[in-house]
């Protein structure tokens, strides 16, 4: 195996360019979560594109609601934090949801135990920023009626 030494723990932070995705950040502050569609060929797309990849148009590129609700396609529960999120206080439960509109959107579930969850679950998607700045995606399990 030979001989090994050990690491230096490693801190990054870099300024992330995004004026071009401005609507998704500022829909992301108000509570919104925004998508791109390409209307030349009709491809929605999260996380947002500015350029389509579908058609290569990047003319007729509009902002759109990725949408409210959605279904749970998968769920985890983490016990480790990764680098950046050892602040939050539990275990947390992570998630892919599909949206109504059909997009495939990561985030947290909020409001559930992981007991209480199903693949098929209904969920609300709404964003918040957390108490260090930073937004987050979350979903709130609709109860059946």
Known sequence: MGLKIKSRTLNLSHDIP???LKPYWEGLSKGVLMATRCETCGVAFYPPQVDCSQCLSSDN???VEAGET???VTFTESHLKPQGFEQYAGNYIIAVVE???GLKVAGWVIDAAIEQLQVGDRVGISTAILS???PSIRFTPIKPE
């Open 70 to 72: 959605g279904t749970l």
């Open 132 to 134: 260090d700045g930073f």
């Open 18 to 20: 995004v004026e071009r």
């Open 61 to 63: 590129i509009k902002w």
């Open 99 to 101: 949206t109504n509109k």
